[in-house]
């Protein structure tokens, strides 16, 4: 028997409906690439949605085809998300960290018929246009009288003179809820990327999941400040779930160092943000500098790489800020798990909470998760058996944009490529990507547990841990370090700092200090990289 409720579709559009009917005050504060701050509502984002979606109908770029964007978090790529997706076209986000070469080849993967700009990114596309043959029109994000004449970019236009005379008014498409809205390219550390579509059921669900009280607990009291990029998974489908919530939003455009950032928590008043350990880092180093306080931020989503337990710790006790740490991928859209106590671990010490509070957290509703091992078994979910993590449900991708790569999935699970465990109640531990796992004697050791142990240490800014080949153990890890500016700690006194928070035989070899470590278009450290920079080394002792 069929249930008897309406089948309305799941559409983007909708989001930004209901945040201007009934959020409509609600603010939208961005920094802008000139500098200046910019305020504005959901009302007024809906209306020059509008005037996007008018001004690609101007354009006749097709329902289904492809709008690029190379823009930091600000008004006008939060315009880009309703327009284009609501009317039915596909939003294009690209990274703008990437090599150039490799942002047009992804432009011209994608077939992007227009091409929407940050002048940040000028230079790129200046130097690129000319192999994006299929860009009809260039954008770029500014007033009329900012758009620069030396680009030789052809049919180029500032954004607002191309929405500047479009209607106001505009009927968003009653679409297939499973058609597509978003398209977003994988990091590609090994190849060319790969496109992951969400469609409008798929953005949608992960917007209602993402604001469940054990995941980012979004509501209308809050102010988010959404330091992930807008450019890669979609801010962590924050704008979505903000126009869902009617929250307070505030973007930081390009200024991401620790002191922009500290200026606009607290000048907006702040209360939800989200970003990258690395980011967080340099914030905390502003923080600590300049001995100051934060007087209204309570909560910080913190993902996208292992957040290192000393963060989390410094976060909680010396600023009053729970982090809920949260893992996820491009290919799950990208909430998997987020950390958060269940009612029985409210009695525990803070350190026994910590400990919970460092792992990656508990599945989102709507995620299945299972660990298994080399020749596909299950692995039980104990907290001690560790496997490659393999996740299901509905914003989790089926197959690659244009069929790339074949069927990823295994018996319908999508494998993540991550070795993991999962406890009795669910909490996932992290302890390496597939491919950087450690194996010594027969034993895994995890890279980032000993990367962590590092960080731990106040003279640490950034430990990599990689494995080296050795004849006896097959291989013995070694930790890369870069200290703090002005920090000093001695080879000794590091290795000595592990005895005790790890196994003896988990105890790196060594400890070489650089000062950098790569890091990729994402935040992430690209380890090959690291490897071809200290290509000269050897253990100790070999
Ligand atoms: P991306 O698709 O660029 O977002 O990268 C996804 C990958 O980042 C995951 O497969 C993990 O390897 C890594 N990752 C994301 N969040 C975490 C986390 N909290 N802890 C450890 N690794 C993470």
């Not at 091409?115 to 192999?131: E, S």
């Not at 928070?501 to 070899?509: G, L």
Request: glycine fraction near 8%; hydrophobic fraction near 40%; charge should be negative.
């Amino acid at each position: 028997m069929q249930g008897q409720m309406q089948e309305r579709p799941l559409l983007i559009s909708q989001l930004i409906d209901f945040a201007e009917r009934f959020h409509g005050d609600g603010e939208i504060v961005s920094r802008r690439v000139e500098g200046d701050i910019h305020r504005y509502t959901y009302a007024d984002a809906a209306l020059r949605s509008r005037q996007v979606a008018n001004a690609l109908d101007r354009l006749s770029v097709p329902i289904g085809e492809r709008v690029g964007t190379l823009a930091w978090n600000g008004y006008r790529h939060f315009e880009l998300y309703y327009g284009v997706s609501g009317s039915g076209r596909v939003l294009h986000t690209i990274n703008p960290r990437l090599h150039p070469e490799q942002v047009a080849w992804i432009i011209n993967h994608a077939e992007d018929e227009v091409v929407c700009f940050d002048l940040t990114f000028a230079p790129i596309l200046k130097a690129i246009h000319t192999h994006c043959p299929k860009v009809r029109q260039w954008v770029a994000l500014c007033d009329a009288d900012a758009l620069p004449s030396d680009t030789g970019i052809p049919n180029l236009i500032s954004y607002e003179s191309w929405i500047a005379g479009e209607a106001t008014t505009y009927a968003w498409p009653e679409l297939d809820e499973s058609v597509a809205a978003c398209l977003c390219y994988t990091s590609g550390t090994t190849g060319n990327p790969k496109g992951v579509l969400y469609s409008h059921r798929s953005s949608v669900l992960h917007a209602y999941a993402a604001a469940m009280p054990d995941v980012m607990c979004l509501s209308a009291k809050d102010s988010v400040l959404p330091v992930v990029p807008m450019f890669h998974v979609n801010a962590w489908g924050i704008p979505y779930t903000a126009a869902a919530t009617g929250c307070k939003l505030v973007f930081p455009g390009p200024a991401l160092d620790g002191k922009s950032i500290y200026e606009l928590l607290e000048a907006e008043k702040v209360t939800f943000a989200a970003g990258v350990p690395t980011v967080w880092q340099m914030l905390l180093g502003h923080l600590q500098q300049n001995n100051l306080r934060f007087s209204t931020l309570q909560r910080t989503v913190i993902g996208g790489s292992a957040c290192p337990p000393a963060m989390i710790r410094m976060f909680k006790d010396t600023y009053g800020v729970t982090v809920l740490h949260a893992w996820g991928m491009t290919e799950m859209s990208p909430l998997g798990t987020l950390c958060t106590l269940k009612n029985k671990h409210l009695s525990l010490s803070a350190d026994e909470q910590l400990k919970i509070l460092c792992t990656q957290g508990r599945p989102v509703f709507g995620v299945s998760m299972k660990i298994v091992d080399d020749e596909g078994r299950e692995l039980p979910h104990d907290g001690k058996a560790q496997g490659e993590l393999l996740v299901s449900g509905p914003w989790i991708v089926r197959s690659y944009f244009k069929g790339e790569g074949g069927d990823p999935l295994i018996d319908g699970w999508f494998p993540t490529g991550d070795v993991a465990t999962i406890d009795a109640d669910g909490y996932l531990h992290i302890t390496d990507r597939s491919k950087d796992v450690i194996k010594s004697g027969g034993e895994w050791i995890s890279s980032i547990d000993v990367e962590n142990i590092a960080m731990a240490h106040p003279a640490i800014a950034m430990a990599a841990c990689i494995g080296m080949r050795h004849p006896k153990w097959d291989e013995r890890p070694i930790v890369v370090v870069v200290k703090k500016p002005g920090a000093d700690v001695a080879r000794e006194e590091l290795l000595k700092f592990y005895e005790g928070r790890i196994a003896k035989w988990q105890i790196p070899d060594d400890v070489v200090f650089v000062d950098a470590i790569p890091l990729g278009a994402t935040g992430k450290m690209q380890k090959v990289k690291l490897r071809e920079e200290i290509a000269g080394y050897t253990l100790p002792g070999l």
